[in-house]
Each structure stands twice: as structure tokens, then as C-alpha cells.
T-cell receptor, first 113, second 110 residues
Framework: NAGVTQTPKFQVLKTGQSMTLQCAQD?????MSWYRQDPGMGLRLIHY???????DQGEVPNGYNVSRSTTEDFPLRLLSAAPSQTSVYFC????????????FGSGTQLSVL | AQRVTQPEKLLSVFKGAPVELKCNYSYSGSPELFWYVQYSRQRLQLLLR??SRESIKGFTADLNKGETSFHLKKPFAQEEDSAMYYCALRSYNQGGKLIFGQGTELSVKP
């Protein structure tokens, strides 16, 4: 099993550009989520999903969209990138029945100029 | 509101010294608490959870409901313990999501 796979690992955008961060897991996990990691702020939840077709907002959802058309994939879309979205983004998944242990991807470092 | 506070951004100790990473929480109900760790160039991973009452890599953490704390302790720090540590709270009021603290960077010097 590859676990949780995130692409790309690094990305530089100009203000106003859009892009999609990809996240895929091969563990048949129901629960998937996106976090951003900022110095002094810890990990903040952006969006999450408890199963295919179901998504909900987390703590900092503004400027981001998600969809969950399959169990495996949970892409994060930046509609119009802003410098405030410069961060490291982590995707995570867990088995809904346990929902005690999050498996994290390796992260995407995003810079918005 | 549910909240997790890690008051120290950086904790620096010498090898062999005891270490305590502080975590305080705010939660109305029975909390479930976790410690996650991120070693350099590795993924964030679960270190331990309070319901298991386990010791992982020599680390333990006891839930103190009176003080609303879940401090992570190790009696003798090792250089390989240097990492970023996050305390997390499961919020059943928010669909079981994990709420993370700000993180504490532990640096163990030789």
C-alpha cells in the first residue's frame, strides 16, 4: 500500500492563479481531510469528507473547494490564489470505524507570489 | 469552544535530561486526546493516544481532567526525539474531527 499520496510536493503560483492539489489513498478509508500548517498556528482543518459524495467545511475553508467523487480521491482546489494561502498543505485519511489514527500525506509546499 | 493550547513553541534540552511538552485543552465533555509527531523529512504520525495508556518510544502522557492537561513526558531525552510535536483533541461536537495545537519543536542537544 502506498498510503496517502499527495501531488505536487512543491508549487509556486502567482496571485490569482488557480490550481488543484491532489490527494489519493489506497486504504479504503472513509474519512479524508485537508490541513494547512503555518508557523505558530499549528495544523488547521480546511475541509473534510466522511465518505464519497459528502464534504464539509473545517476551520479555514475560505478560498478552497473540495469534492469527493470516489473513496480514493480528495482534491483541494484553490480558486484564485492569494499570498495568504502560502503554506504547507497536508492531506490525511482514517478508517471511519476507528477514526482514531490519521494517516498523513507527505505534504505540499505552496508559495503564492 | 474546543481548543488545544501548546504554550511552548520551542523546547530545548540536553540528552539524558527529562522532557515535558505541555498541552492544555478546552472541551465540554469527555475528551479524547492524542500526540502526533513529525520527525525531520518524515510524515506526521500518531505517537500515542490517551485511551491506550501506552508508552511509545519512552514517552507517556496522562490525561488530567482537573487541570485539563495532557502533557507528554519522557524521563531521559534522546537526540532522535528531536521533532515537532502536536497535541490533538477529538471533537465529537464537530463530527469527530481532530483539533490540533500550535505544535512544540523539541530540540535535544548532545
Amino acid at each position: 500500500n502506498a498510503g496517502v499520496t499527495q501531488t505536487p510536493k512543491f508549487q509556486v503560483l502567482k496571485t490569482g492563479q488557480s490550481m488543484t492539489l491532489q490527494c489519493a489513498q489506497d486504504m479504503n478509508h472513509e474519512y479524508m481531510s485537508w490541513y494547512r500548517q503555518d508557523p505558530g498556528m499549528g495544523l488547521r482543518l480546511i475541509h473534510y469528507s466522511v465518505g464519497a459524495g459528502i464534504t464539509d467545511q473545517g476551520e479555514v475553508p475560505n478560498g478552497y473547494n473540495v469534492s469527493r467523487s470516489t473513496t480514493e480521491d480528495f482534491p483541494l482546489r484553490l480558486l484564485s490564489a492569494a499570498p495568504s494561502q502560502t503554506s504547507v498543505y497536508f492531506c490525511a485519511s482514517s478508517n471511519d470505524r476507528e477514526n482514531e489514527k490519521l494517516f498523513f500525506g507527505s505534504g505540499t509546499q505552496l508559495s503564492v507570489l | 469552544a474546543q481548543r488545544v493550547t501548546q504554550p511552548e513553541k520551542l523546547l530545548s534540552v540536553f540528552k539524558g535530561a527529562p522532557v515535558e511538552l505541555k498541552c492544555n485543552y478546552s472541551y465540554s465533555g469527555s475528551p479524547e486526546l492524542f500526540w502526533y509527531v513529525q520527525y525531520s523529512r518524515q510524515r506526521l504520525q500518531l505517537l500515542l493516544r490517551h485511551i491506550s495508556r501506552e508508552s511509545i518510544k519512552g514517552f507517556t502522557a496522562d490525561l488530567n481532567k482537573g487541570e485539563t492537561s495532557f502533557h507528554l513526558k519522557k524521563p531521559f531525552a534522546q537526540e532522535e526525539d528531536s521533532a515537532m510535536y502536536y497535541c490533538a483533541l477529538r471533537s465529537y461536537n464537530q463530527g469527530g474531527k481532530l483539533i490540533f495545537g500550535q505544535g512544540t519543536e523539541l530540540s535535544v542537544k548532545p
